[in-house]
């Protein structure tokens, strides 16, 4: 599938392998993607991360993606679940981080990197993959910055959360993508 990868989506995938690195992480997540996506300058991705404000905003995107850590990766989805049934998420993690420290819920378990390179999560690969389909999906041969932009926006979890809270969703990030007709009249949002 990398031999499919444009020069930018490249250049995402290894500032998202060195954002992961400087962080100590274990695996590379859907947030070191973005936060590689949103290093990127030039190319069809970076315009359209500069016209939905989200480069303007990257202290916003990065405080709502440490909350979404913080709370053990769980997206709205979840808590919205959890709220559904009686159970306050916020106050079970701060309940939780009184006992055990703050972070308790960021899901590496304290672990640090090993020597090498850190691996890619399953939400990563999901990413990737997705990436891939929706490539496929609007006939290209490539894929591009603006595909991973799209699959992380179309990839449930907290990543897509923050970007949709951002006001970056498919719909949106494919308009500024590919302008009015960038749908063809429908949106075409790979499954």
């Given at each position: 599938?990398?031999?499919?990868?444009?020069?930018d989506?490249?250049a995402t995938v290894?500032?998202?392998?060195?954002?992961?690195?400087?962080?100590?992480?274990?695996?590379?997540?859907?947030?070191?993607?973005?936060?590689?996506?949103?290093?990127?300058?030039?190319g069809?991705?970076?315009?359209?991360l500069?016209?939905l404000?989200?480069v303007?905003?990257?202290?916003?995107?990065?405080?709502?993606?440490?909350?979404?850590?913080r709370?053990?990766?769980?997206s709205?989805?979840?808590?919205?679940?959890?709220?559904?049934?009686?159970?306050?998420?916020?106050?079970?993690?701060?309940?939780?981080?009184?006992?055990?420290?703050?972070?308790?819920?960021?899901g590496?378990g304290?672990?640090k990197?090993?020597?090498?390179?850190?691996?890619?999560s399953?939400?990563a690969?999901?990413?990737?993959e997705?990436?891939?389909?929706?490539?496929?999906?609007?006939?290209?041969?490539?894929i591009?910055g603006e595909h991973?932009?799209?699959?992380?926006?179309?990839?449930?979890g907290?990543?897509?959360?923050?970007?949709?809270?951002?006001?970056a969703?498919?719909?949106?990030?494919?308009?500024?993508?590919?302008g009015?007709?960038?749908?063809?009249g429908?949106?075409?949002?790979a499954?």
């Open positions: 599938m990398f031999e499919r990868f444009t020069k989506a490249r290894t500032g998202a392998v060195e954002h992961a690195g400087r962080a100590g992480a274990a695996t590379v997540t859907g947030e070191h993607l973005l936060l590689a996506l949103l290093d990127q300058e030039g069809r991705a970076a315009f359209a500069t016209a404000g989200l303007d905003r990257r202290g916003s995107v990065e405080a709502a993606l440490a909350e979404a850590r709370r053990g990766g769980m709205r989805a979840d808590a919205d679940a959890l709220a559904d049934i009686g159970i306050d998420l916020t106050a079970v993690v701060s309940r939780i981080e009184e006992a055990h420290g703050e972070g308790a819920l960021r590496d304290g672990r990197r090993r020597a090498g390179r850190p691996s890619f399953r939400e690969k999901k990413v990737l997705k990436s891939l389909r929706v490539a496929l999906g609007r006939g290209d041969r490539f591009g991973l932009l799209l699959a992380l926006t179309a990839t449930p907290p990543v897509a959360d923050a970007l949709a809270d951002h006001g969703t498919y719909a949106s990030a494919e308009r500024a993508l590919y009015n007709g960038g749908a063809d429908q949106e075409r949002k499954g």
